[in-house]
T-cell receptor
């Protein structure tokens, strides 16, 4: 199956700093990637859809100026959490749809990034 | 909008069969997927139903009834490693909406 990587796997930062999370498709090209946030014992909540070469589409209630998304190439999308606060502490996961089936049924998930803001 | 419902927890013993139900209300529907997630890990794809009926993949099967807006995941011959959270997800265009998840505990 397709492989998606994320970096870093864990990050601890001070309140007020910015954190960048990278999501890479290793063996396929992804014109679309998705960013999710998951709080402990809760479901995955879609934050935004990252589109290569164009602006990201944000879900209702997600601040686009706080969660900056850049999809600079067909294999890389980045999520930057700006001016992080303790309430931003969460598990951030990216995914990409099955290659060639952007409207299809399977998502390939990255391993996730555990963000802790002190 | 979309909403999905699942039981929050299910407990079963090794070797047993367990069924995890999912009901959904969506403004558009392409299919129902199931994902498994172990603690601290990423979700992994289990199955997908676009049409009514049963799809079987090894020990796991998934069922869909579009007329009832209902599906289930059936896990047979349970093993300890099956202890995890299971999410149903509705495909809605390119996006997916995930259910709240069912935490399955398999006891020896």
């Amino acid at each position: 199956g397709a492989v998606v990587s994320q970096h870093p796997s864990r990050v601890i930062c001070k309140s007020g700093t910015s954190v960048k999370i990278e999501c890479r498709s290793l063996d396929f090209q992804a014109t679309t990637m998705f960013w999710y946030r998951q709080f402990p014992k809760q479901s995955l909540m879609l934050m935004a859809t990252s589109n290569e070469g164009s602006k990201a589409t944000y879900e209702q209630g997600v601040e686009k100026d706080k969660f900056l998304i850049n999809h600079a190439s067909l294999t890389l999308s980045t999520l930057t959490v700006t001016s992080a606060h303790p309430e931003d502490s969460s598990f951030y996961i990216c995914s990409a749809p099955q290659p060639g089936q952007e409207g299809g049924n399977e998502q390939f998930f990255g391993p996730g990034t555990r963000l802790t803001v002190l | 909008g979309q909403s999905l419902e699942q039981p929050s927890e299910v407990t079963a013993v090794e070797g047993a069969i367990v069924q995890i139900n999912c009901t959904y209300q969506t403004s558009g529907f392409y299919g129902l997927s199931w994902y498994q997630q172990h603690d601290g890990g990423a979700p992994t794809f289990l199955s997908y139903n676009a049409l009514d009926g049963l799809e079987e993949t090894g020990r796991f099967s998934s069922f869909l009834s579009r007329s009832d807006s209902y599906g289930y995941l059936l896990l047979q011959e349970l093993q300890m490693k099956d202890s995890a959270s299971y999410f149903c997800a509705v495909a809605h265009g390119q996006n997916f909406v995930f259910g709240p998840g069912t935490r399955l505990s398999v006891l020896p």
